[in-house]
């Protein structure tokens, strides 16, 4: 299985703030990452996928990149609504794994 | 738009089998793949399996022997069996539409909470 790992685990910014997310696969997965945010009690919502595409709808502070092994989420300037919990999700080869999440947190 | 939504028993004893099915409104069940999802609390996220809307399924091999999802496409519904179920078991279920454009899932069910107690 292809092992995800994001840092931070956690992170605390301001409003205003821009911020970068790190996804490390075990293995290179040739751009094959989507990202989702999801915040307490509710089910995940897509963001991106082929590791730079944001899905419609998202808004354009939302950016991603990376390649092989190393992907990054960005959120160029932080606003109430983002904080949250983010998660990576590979789906280069089954069985499609995420990432442990990474804890978005008020400062 | 479509939505999704999970039903079935919110607590299952130790050893019994845990069903759910989720219902596909707003839109067909044909042409997708669909997907089960699991959350323990606190935890990350798992890939439970999924099925084509003709029936071809994907099983995550640690949960491969206990897993069967099947589809009826008549009342656009797909449905999750887990047997032998333990308290590790315990988690919110999601059911998740597979997106048309890759292996990732693109529209997702509110989540039903499923425990695992006598």
């Known amino acids: 299985d292809i092992q995800m790992t994001q840092s931070p685990s956690s992170l605390s910014a301001s409003v205003g703030d821009r911020v970068t997310i790190t996804c490390r696969a075990s293995?290179?997965?040739?751009?094959?990452l989507a990202w989702y945010q999801q915040k307490p009690g509710k089910a995940p919502k897509f963001l991106l996928y082929?590791?730079?595409r944001l899905e419609s709808g998202v808004p354009s502070r939302f950016s991603g990149s990376g390649s092989g092994t190393d992907y990054t989420l960005t959120i160029s300037s932080l606003q109430p609504e983002d904080f949250a919990s983010y998660y990576c999700q590979q789906y280069y080869s089954t069985p499609y794994t995420f990432g442990q999440g990474t804890k978005l947190e008020i400062k | 738009q479509v939505e999704l939504q999970e039903s079935g028993p919110g607590l299952v004893k130790p050893s019994e089998t845990l069903s759910l099915t989720c219902t596909v409104s707003?839109?067909?069940?044909?042409?997708?793949?669909w997907s089960w999802i699991r959350q323990p609390p606190g935890k990350g996220l798992e890939c439970i399996g999924y099925i084509s809307y003709s029936g071809s399924t994907y099983y995550n091999p640690p949960l491969k022997s206990r897993v069967t999802i099947s589809v009826d496409t008549s009342k656009n519904q797909f449905s999750l069996k887990l047997s032998s179920v333990t308290a590790a078991d315990t988690a919110v279920y999601y059911c998740?539409?597979?997106?048309?454009?890759?292996?990732?899932?693109?529209?997702w069910g509110q989540g039903t909470l499923v425990t695992v107690s006598s």
């Open positions: 998740a539409r597979i997106a048309r454009s890759g292996w990732f899932w693109d529209l």
């Open positions: 707003g839109g067909s069940i044909s042409s997708y793949y």
């Open positions: 293995l290179g997965i040739s751009n094959s």
């Open positions: 082929a590791a730079s």
